[in-house]
């Protein structure tokens, strides 16, 4: 059954004068956190074999961190998921091939709008309560279908956790 992982990024510096927002990068408390949640991600038994990665250093950073405590992966950069929409994130997902895990590092809102966009009859309550208010850096939503990623749409899936990298110490 395809599983579906919408990671937001870590921590990252904040906006600056002269910084290019796609060339933020990790503060230290995102990279600690990054490294947590690949481990949790891990703890709960995924195993992603394709890792679509939006373009930006702060994205970058989280899943090389985040792939650490996770099995060989195709890594995947993706300019359409930096400033996308959830049609936008659909369309890259359908060209997931045979992988059975995917793992999306991206940004909000468009993670946490997919996973409440997906989430279907099954889904667990308190995870769909967590999606309503955003997920926050380090943090993952998890989906499964019971149908190939080029046939996904609206409420077919089950949101079934989510999972969080933040319990680290800065």
């Given amino acids: 059954m395809p599983t579906l992982i919408l990671a937001r990024h870590a921590k990252a510096e904040a906006p600056a004068a002269g910084l290019q927002d796609t060339d933020r990068a990790l503060e230290l408390i995102g990279r600690k956190a990054s490294t947590r949640l690949g481990q949790v991600i891990a703890e709960a038994g995924l195993e992603p074999q394709l890792a679509l990665v939006s373009p930006a250093v702060r994205t970058q950073q989280t899943w090389k961190l985040m792939s650490t405590a996770l099995g060989e992966c195709e890594t995947r950069l993706d300019d359409e998921l930096y400033e996308t929409h959830v049609a936008g994130l659909l369309e890259v997902l359908r060209d997931a091939g045979d992988a059975e895990t995917v793992v999306v ?38 989906l499964e279908f019971d149908c190939p990623w080029t046939e996904i749409t609206s409420r077919c899936g089950r949101l079934v956790s989510v999972l969080s990298g933040r319990d680290v110490e800065e």
């Fill in 105 to 142: 590092v991206g940004h909000e809102p468009t993670s946490s709008a997919a996973a409440a966009h997906l989430a279907g009859a099954g889904s667990d309550k308190t995870a769909l309560q967590r999606v309503a208010h955003g997920l926050p850096t380090a943090t993952a939503a998890v």
